[in-house]
């Protein structure tokens, strides 16, 4: 779980708690491990330039590093189970572009980018943009945005389609999921953005893709 720029709120936790009880177990991962492990922000624009200080002092490198580190000791913690480990990686806003990053690890099986914005830009910390990453990717990848998300407009958004079906031209391991009325934030019900018909389609295609 890779939360947003406002780090490891009690929205990200609800979000691991959904999730277990599924038959999913679920490890939050704090973004800004380096810089502040225990930030919390509230859903206000103060607080969204403060997350913003922080997202400026990440590097795609470090963010590997972290879901490296973080899948090895999830695979630790759960080494008694009798099925195979799933390593799925969910994240939301920053979270989705770090979740991007995040699939091409080896032991990435399934991500999910939820309405990470920039992709198509940039990479976290410098760099060509993280969609060059694609071919890189050996797992599924799931992209969501919303329609009217004013972070990644319809350009990017077209940008970001077009990438996904040159590298997969099937549709079946990297997939483009556009949400119709929905803004940035939209699973996030704490959020003013929150769209309740696509946030029960995120979720169903959340499950679906964990669970398989």
Not at 33 to 52: F, H, K, M, V, W
Not at 181 to 192: I, K, N, Q, V
Request: contains cysteine; hydrophobic residues 40%.
């Amino acid at each position: 779980m890779l939360p947003e720029i406002f780090g490891l709120k009690y929205w990200v936790w609800g979000v691991a708690d959904r999730l277990s009880p599924a038959g999913v177990p679920a490890l939050a991962m704090p973004l800004f491990a380096r810089t502040a492990p225990e930030l919390e922000l509230r859903y206000d624009l103060e607080s969204t330039s403060e997350g913003r200080r922080h997202k400026e002092a990440t590097t795609s490198e470090g963010i590997l590093a972290d879901a490296q580190a973080s899948i090895d000791w999830l695979r630790q913690a759960l080494e008694a189970r009798d099925q195979p480990l799933r390593i799925t990686v969910v994240g939301f806003c920053f979270g989705g572009h770090a979740a991007l990053l995040a699939s091409t690890l080896a032991d990435v099986q399934v991500s999910l980018d939820f309405y990470g914005a920039g992709v198509s830009r940039g990479r976290l910390g410098g760099g060509a943009p993280s969609l060059e990453l694609l071919p890189s990717v050996q797992g599924e990848l799931h992209c969501l945005c919303g329609s009217i998300d004013p972070l990644i407009p319809n350009s990017e958004q077209q940008a970001i389609q077009a990438a996904l079906q040159t590298e997969d031209p099937t549709g079946l391991r990297l997939r483009y999921n556009a949400f119709e009325g929905a803004d940035h934030g939209f699973m996030c019900e704490a959020r003013d953005q929150y769209h309740q018909a696509s946030a029960q389609e995120g979720w169903r295609l959340l499950l679906d893709a964990a669970q398989s």
